[in-house]
């Protein structure tokens, strides 16, 4: 079992930065490829930015999506089970809830942008960017 609590959401400007934390409790933690979705209204849930860990720091893995490539950066820190989303120059496009998702068994391939892959979810954190 996983529970994931979020914070760090907030109102900015275009332009801006915040760091988003997801707060993970449970042992399945430091196996599992943790990621961040995002759910603006009206729209599908869609997948932002994952992370492995296989143990060893080199061989450490992330993802992102084209749409963040290059402003937003996950990061993990197994001693206190917390993963981050760094975001920057942050756009009104990025304007969403954002979630934090938890896989305890990652298989290869592209499934980090699937939800339905993610066992556990938090509530999400709303972020909200102005023009």
């Known amino acids: 079992q996983v529970q994931l609590v979020e914070s760090g959401g907030g109102l900015v400007q275009a332009g801006d930065s915040l760091r988003l934390s997801c707060a993970a409790s449970?042992?399945?933690?430091?196996?599992?490829?943790m990621g961040w979705f995002r759910q603006a209204p009206g729209k599908e849930r869609e997948f932002v930015a994952a992370?492995?860990?296989?143990?060893?720091?080199?061989?450490?893995?992330?993802y992102y999506a084209d749409a963040v490539k290059g402003r937003f950066t996950i990061s993990r820190d197994n001693a206190k089970n917390t993963v981050y989303l760094q975001m920057n120059s942050l756009k009104p496009e990025d304007t969403a809830v954002y979630y934090c998702?938890?896989?305890?068994?990652?298989?290869?391939?592209?499934?980090?942008?699937?939800?339905?892959?993610?066992?556990?979810w938090g509530q999400g954190t709303q972020v909200t960017v102005s023009s």
């Open positions: 998702a938890a896989d305890p068994n990652p298989r290869g391939g592209s499934f980090y942008k699937v939800p339905g892959v993610y066992d556990y």
């Open positions: 449970g042992r399945a933690f430091s196996r599992s490829r």
């Open positions: 992370i492995s860990w296989s143990g060893i720091r080199s061989a450490i893995s992330t």
